[in-house]
């Protein structure tokens, strides 16, 4: 029957946007979210292959929307089922005016065991921040594998934290009651027991 669904992580800033809407024989919903110091303009959306209008209809449509929003952001991710392959005249020129790339190199509509197609797509203008782009069979949909893709990113190392410990093979209870009694005196430690 249709419907769009997009989960986004309660931790991640994020906002639907409304500028723009598709008319009902369009399935799309745009969102912002902020993902560390970079605003990215994300659009979930599904294309029907039975849409009579076809593919230059869907994708005219789309253009439509990425004119008004792209103003505001120089991010963007577009996912779903396009119906579509990236080598398809209409995605392909689709592409090009954007200087867009489709992440997913893998199969992913297997509707036609012989043939299957990539109409899954993860597209953005930004292909060099991921990484590790690829299919997953979630079990989910009769003949469609979920694509998933990372974010390239990179963390301060921190630095090692070191842990001093005794070997008890040898253990002196002598020196280590000297230990103990030395760290007390050095810090000033209090203790409450309860009786």
Same mark, same amino acid.
């Given at each position: 029957?249709?419907?769009?669904?997009?989960?986004?992580?309660?931790?991640?800033?994020?906002?639907?946007? +409304?500028?723009?809407?598709?008319?009902? =024989?369009?399935?799309?919903?745009?969102?912002?979210? %902020? @993902?560390? /110091?970079? !605003?990215?303009?994300?659009?979930?959306?599904?294309?029907?292959?039975?849409?009579?209008?076809?593919?230059?209809?869907?994708?005219?449509?789309?253009?439509?929307?990425?004119?008004?929003?792209?103003?505001?952001?120089?991010?963007?991710?577009?996912?779903?089922?396009?119906?579509?392959? +990236?080598?398809?005249?209409?995605?392909? =020129?689709?592409?090009?005016?954007?200087?867009?790339? %489709? @992440?997913? /190199?893998? !199969?992913?509509?297997?509707?036609?065991?012989?043939?299957?197609?990539?109409v899954d797509l993860i597209?953005?203008?930004?292909?060099?921040?991921?990484?590790?782009?690829?299919?997953?069979?979630?079990?989910?949909?009769?003949f469609h594998k979920m694509?998933?893709?990372?974010?390239?990113?990179?963390?301060?190392?921190?630095?090692?934290?070191?842990?001093?410990?005794?070997?008890?093979? %040898?253990?002196?209870?002598?020196?280590?009651?000297?230990?103990?009694?030395?760290?007390?005196?050095?810090?000033?430690?209090?203790?409450?027991?309860?009786?």
């Open positions: 029957g249709g419907g769009l669904l997009i989960y986004v992580n309660e931790d991640i800033p994020m906002k639907e946007l +409304d500028l723009h809407t598709f008319p009902d =024989d369009i399935e799309g919903m745009f969102i912002e979210i %902020n @993902l560390g /110091k970079r !605003k990215w303009l994300l659009f979930g959306s599904y294309h029907p292959p039975t849409n009579k209008s076809g593919d230059e209809y869907y994708f005219k449509h789309v253009e439509r929307a990425l004119d008004i929003y792209c103003s505001n952001y120089e991010n963007f991710i577009l996912l779903g089922d396009f119906n579509s392959e +990236d080598t398809e005249a209409c995605l392909s =020129d689709f592409l090009d005016q954007y200087d867009a790339k %489709n @992440l997913v /190199k893998e !199969k992913t509509c297997f509707k036609n065991v012989n043939n299957p197609s990539c597209i953005t203008n930004q292909p060099n921040l991921f990484q590790h782009t690829t299919t997953l069979s979630t079990g989910l949909s009769d694509v998933v893709t990372m974010f390239k990113t990179s963390y301060e190392k921190r630095v090692p934290k070191q842990i001093t410990y005794r070997k008890y093979r %040898n253990f002196d209870q002598k020196g280590f009651n000297c230990d103990l009694e030395y760290a007390l005196k050095k810090h000033v430690v209090t203790c409450y027991r309860d009786f």
